[in-house]
C-alpha cells in the first residue's frame, strides 16, 4: 500500500481562516491535502512521523488585494512628492485602459491573489471586468466631477450605468468610487454615498491621504486649489474639516464605505470610522513612494478598525503583489494584523467569506511569505 508523506508546514505566523493568526502555529499536509492545523507540538503529537518543513514568515490562505486600478498597469512608475503624482497620471493617459486593464489582471493572477478590488475608470474596462474576470471582486466605477453645478447630471449618468452594469454582475460586482473629497463636489458626494447606501453598492473613496488634501478642505489652499480651479467652473468654498471629518458630514462612511489610505487620520478620526463600520484599505508602498507618511496601523487595530491591504496602481507601486505590502510593513508592525489585513480583512471589505485552511483543503490554498 502506498502512503503520503505527511509534512507539517510552519511560519512565524499561521492564519487558516478562523479565529485570530497563530504564532508558531503549523498546517499539516498529506500529498495534496491539508490534514490538519494547530500548534507545532499539537500536530507533532498527532502526526510524530511527519517531517517539519519551514515555510518563511506566515502561512494564509489566498490574499486580497483590495485596492487597485488595473487600467494604470501601463503607465511608468513615479516616485516623488505627492504633488507631482496627478500631473503624471495625466500626463501618460494615453496608456490607460482596456490593454492595461488585462495585463493587470493577468498580473494578479500570477501573483495568486483570491479576490481583489478594482478602480475602473472606462466603461470597456468595467464591462470586461464584469463578464471575463476569472477572479471574485468589485469594481468600483470611479467618480471625478468637481463642480457642483455638475452634480445632478452627473448623478443621473452614474446610476444608469450602474443599473446596466448590474446585470452583467457574476464574479465581479458593481461599486461606487467617488475619487477623493478634493476632485468629488460635497452635494454628488453626499448623492452618491446615499445612493450606494440605498442599493446595497460598497463605496471606496481615497481619504486622508496627503497632508495637502487636508490644506484644501481646511483652508484652501495648495496646488489641489489649483487643480479644482481647471476642473470647476465654481470657486470652492473650503469645509474647514479634516477629511475624515468631511466625509462623516456628508455621510459618507458606514459599513459599506472602504476608505483607502488613511494616513493623516487623528485618534478621534479613527473613533469616527470604527463606530461607522468603515473599513480602511492601506496601500504602504505607495504612500512611501508619493511621501505621504504612514498610516498608523497600530492605532487602528487597538480602536478596531477592519483593516486590507492594497497595492495601488502600478504609477505608483513597483507590482501588484499585495503579499509585499505586507512585507513592506513586517518589521514594524505585529505581523499577526498584517496577515489578517491581507486576508480577513480583505474579503470582508468585499463581503466575499474568507477561504479556510482546514481538512480537506486542497494544499494549493496554502499560500505563504
Avoid at 183 to 196: E, G, I, K, N, T
Avoid at 312 to 326: C, F, H, I, Y
Wanted: glycine letters at 8%.
Amino acid at each position: 500500500m502506498f502512503w503520503l508523506r505527511t509534512e507539517l508546514w510552519t511560519a512565524e505566523v499561521v492564519y487558516t481562516g478562523f479565529g485570530t493568526p497563530m504564532l508558531r502555529g503549523a498546517i499539516a499536509v498529506q500529498g495534496p491535502t491539508v490534514v490538519g492545523q494547530g500548534s507545532l507540538e499539537e500536530l507533532r503529537a498527532r502526526f510524530p512521523q511527519a517531517e517539519v518543513v519551514p515555510k518563511g514568515k506566515a502561512l494564509f490562505p489566498p490574499p486580497v488585494n483590495a485596492h487597485t486600478h488595473l487600467d494604470l498597469s501601463l503607465h511608468p512608475l513615479y516616485r516623488g512628492p505627492f504633488s507631482g503624482f496627478i500631473p503624471h497620471v495625466v500626463a501618460h493617459r494615453e496608456k490607460r485602459g482596456l490593454e492595461a486593464a488585462k495585463q493587470g489582471l493577468e498580473e494578479l493572477l500570477r501573483s495568486g491573489a483570491g479576490a481583489f478590488a478594482d478602480v475602473v475608470f472606462k466603461d470597456e474596462v468595467m464591462e470586461f471586468l464584469l463578464r471575463e474576470s476569472p477572479l471574485p471582486g468589485v469594481a468600483f466605477y470611479e467618480v471625478f466631477a468637481p463642480d457642483p453645478e455638475d452634480a445632478e447630471e452627473v448623478f443621473q449618468q452614474v446610476q444608469a450605468k450602474v443599473k446596466a452594469w448590474r446585470r452583467l454582475e457574476g464574479r465581479v460586482r458593481v461599486g461606487l468610487s467617488p475619487h477623493a473629497p478634493y476632485s468629488v463636489s460635497a452635494p454628488l458626494l453626499r448623492r452618491l454615498a446615499q445612493y450606494a447606501r440605498a442599493e446595497g453598492l460598497p463605496l471606496m473613496i481615497h481619504a486622508g491621504e496627503s497632508q495637502e488634501e487636508a490644506a484644501f478642505l481646511q483652508k484652501g489652499e495648495g496646488f489641489l486649489t489649483q487643480i479644482h480651479g481647471r476642473f470647476s467652473r465654481t470657486p470652492f468654498e473650503p469645509p474647514g474639516l479634516t477629511p475624515i471629518r468631511y466625509l462623516q458630514a456628508l455621510g459618507a462612511l458606514g459599513p459599506n464605505t472602504l476608505l483607502v489610505h488613511g494616513v493623516q487620520v487623528d485618534e478621534e478620526e479613527m473613533r469616527m470610522l470604527a463606530d461607522s463600520g468603515t473599513k480602511v484599505i492601506l496601500c504602504p508602498r505607495s504612500n512611501a513612494y508619493l511621501q505621504v507618511g504612514e498610516a498608523p496601523i497600530h492605532l487602528y487595530a487597538r480602536h478596531g478598525v477592519e483593516l486590507a491591504l492594497g497595492t495601488d496602481s502600478r504609477a505608483s507601486s513597483p507590482d501588484l503583489d499585495v503579499k509585499n505590502e505586507a512585507l513592506f510593513l513586517w518589521e514594524k508592525v505585529d505581523p499577526r494584523v498584517l496577515i489578517r489585513a491581507l486576508t480577513r480583512g480583505g474579503y470582508r471589505a468585499l463581503s466575499l467569506p474568507t477561504p479556510r485552511l482546514t481538512r480537506g483543503s486542497p494544499a494549493s490554498l496554502v499560500h505563504s511569505l
